[in-house]
């Protein structure tokens, strides 16, 4: 019965996701005056849907390994370590919002 479930609840993600992608291929496609085949959409959301369960495969370990059951966006950064860009752009926005919170909590 817990497979069932789990999977019921795999299949609505991997359905939310082939949409999210295919507005996004859409938005693209009229960009640029392009037409996008369901068959490209549909390997396009497989492809994410593995990166997907690979990074979380990934940052699972980074907590487990620092001995926490939480991923932080410590586990976030490790994990973009090796492109410079995208771990500047994560670290970025994590101390916009780090800051955003200490300014909150001072106000009250």
Do not use: C, Y
């Not at 496609?29 to 690979?54: C, D, H, Y």
């Not at 860009?85 to 909150?104: C, S, T």
Request: cysteine-free; charged content about 35%; overall charge neutral.
């Amino acid at each position: 019965m817990a497979d069932e479930s789990e999977e019921d609840v795999r299949e609505r993600l991997k359905a939310a996701l082939w949409f999210a992608v295919g507005k996004m291929v859409d938005e693209e496609s009229l960009k640029r005056n392009r037409n996008a085949t369901p068959q490209f959409i549909g390997a396009l959301t497989e492809m994410v849907w593995s990166q997907i369960e690979s990074i979380a495969i990934d940052v699972e370990s980074f907590s487990r390994h620092a001995g926490r059951t939480t991923v932080t966006t410590d586990d976030v950064l490790l994990l973009a370590r090796r492109n410079s860009d995208l771990h500047g752009m994560i670290k970025d926005e994590v101390d916009r919002l780090k800051a955003a919170k200490v300014k909150e909590k001072t106000k009250r």
